[in-house]
């Protein structure tokens, strides 16, 4: 469910549903979960010309996941936790390896699981409603293209190419461990026959359409950028002299966010303290408690503000820093910094997907010592500070302007009815 607003992930399908709402006849299937009722209500009375057909846990929904977890989920996850324990033993691994271990979707990339209430619910409402297209969205219901109707064209909608992510995870793994290269191959695999039984395949950058172009029938896929919607008068006003704030934007639940804030935190912050004594650093998004706990005893000045209503009033007279090392696709971070008129640095990873120019929009850098350097530069000039964001902000609605990219999206969709 693409609500509450509370990750970049349902900002995103928001955003674009949002306008294709207007474009389109839209019927939206997904599960509504104990908790999320208020926010489903939320939603209906903003979208109100949107069919919406939420799946509730019935019972039985509960009853076929008590058999998927006793037959397939639970005999992976002990899998995953035999494999894990077995090469912690065998080999000798840094905090960041083992972090990226632990935390890495490689053992299950390739273990598909569709529930049943979602083949149910997809193949019901094809029966009944007149439909053009449906569209598959995010890695876990990729594999839900097997059960779809024929007579129906069908859509998938790349949010992040996840062989690309775990390509990336190894290379921060210094070891050359076989069996992990094997089970990237295989769940690269997996990920691209599934795809390819798709009809048409979108990806939200043009870097991951190129990629993803060279794997599958190039006429096969279709980059489509998210929407962005402009923010012009709301935005206040920037401090760019004096700036002694950085802020990082994003939520504990996305690895590659807890992955990027633990580099930074390990190797980029006390080495900008000493030369910045006064410096904050503000963790915008959701973020456990224990992790809170462990951030606050091992650095000074470092503040969690959890999720916030309101972005704009705490993206404010800070250099605003991507430091993301994993993954792909589009980070709509980096939109909310640009359209509050931030100075952004980012790793080449980080802005990937947005055509920004270095030293022209942004600062660049895949070191520590490069990363810092560049905030150093932006936290000591207010000048370049100011003409970064402005170069950013003037880029950002020239080349990806509402009304152009809803337009691509739109006759994207009208190209797939016209092709047999």
């Not at 990363?371 to 936290?379: G, M, N, P």
């Not at 370049?384 to 006759?411: G, Q």
Request: charged share 25%; proline share 4%; with cysteine.
């Amino acid at each position: 469910m693409p609500y509450p607003l509370s990750s970049g992930g349902n900002i995103a399908q928001f955003e674009m549903n949002n306008v294709l709402r207007k474009h389109v006849n839209l019927k939206m299937l997904f599960p509504v979960y104990a908790g999320q009722e208020k926010d489903f209500e939320e939603l209906k009375k903003l979208w109100q010309d949107v069919e919406f057909i939420p799946i509730y846990n019935s019972f039985r929904s509960k009853l076929d996941n008590m058999v998927s977890n006793l037959i397939f989920r639970k005999p992976i996850e002990y899998y995953c936790k035999f494999l894990k324990k077995f090469f912690f033993a065998k080999y000798k691994f840094n905090h960041t390896e083992k972090f990226l271990i632990k935390n890495s979707k490689i053992f299950v990339s390739g273990a598909f699981d569709v529930e049943a209430k979602y083949i149910r619910a997809i193949n019901e409402l094809v029966d009944i409603k007149s439909l053009d297209i449906v569209q598959v969205e995010f890695h876990t219901l990729l594999p839900i293209v097997s059960y779809l109707p024929k007579h129906v064209k069908n859509v998938y909608v790349n949010h992040e190419i996840r062989y690309i992510r775990e390509e990336r995870e190894l290379s921060l793994i210094k070891k050359n461990i076989p069996f992990f290269n094997f089970l990237l191959t295989k769940n690269k695999g997996f990920e691209c026959s599934f795809m390819n039984a798709y009809d048409k395949v979108v990806t939200v950058s043009d870097d991951d359409c190129l990629e993803l172009q060279k794997v599958l029938p190039p006429t096969k896929v279709y980059a489509s950028p998210l929407t962005i919607k402009y923010k012009g008068s709301g935005v206040l006003e920037q401090e760019y002299d004096n700036m002694n704030t950085l802020i990082f934007l994003g939520g504990e639940e996305h690895f590659p966010n807890k992955d990027g804030i633990d580099w930074f935190l390990e190797h980029c912050w006390i080495n900008l303290q000493s030369k910045y004594p006064n410096l904050k650093l503000k963790i915008i998004g959701k973020w456990t408690d224990e992790t809170h706990k462990e951030i606050k005893e091992r650095y000074s000045n470092v503040y969690c503000s959890g999720f916030v209503p309101d972005l704009s009033k705490e993206l404010k007279d800070a250099v605003f820093i991507v430091p993301i090392r994993i993954g792909s696709g589009m980070r709509m971070k980096i939109i909310d910094a640009v359209q509050n008129k931030l100075p952004f640095v980012s790793t080449t990873i980080g802005v990937e997907g947005l055509n920004f120019r270095k030293e022209e929009d942004f600062l660049v850098g895949d070191s520590p010592d490069e990363f810092c350097t560049a905030v150093e530069r932006l936290l000591s000039s207010g000048e370049l500070s100011r003409k970064l964001a402005r170069n950013a902000n003037d880029y950002l609605n020239s080349e990806y302007s509402y009304e152009k990219l809803i337009n691509r999206r739109v006759n994207f969709y009208k190209d797939v009815m016209t092709h047999k």
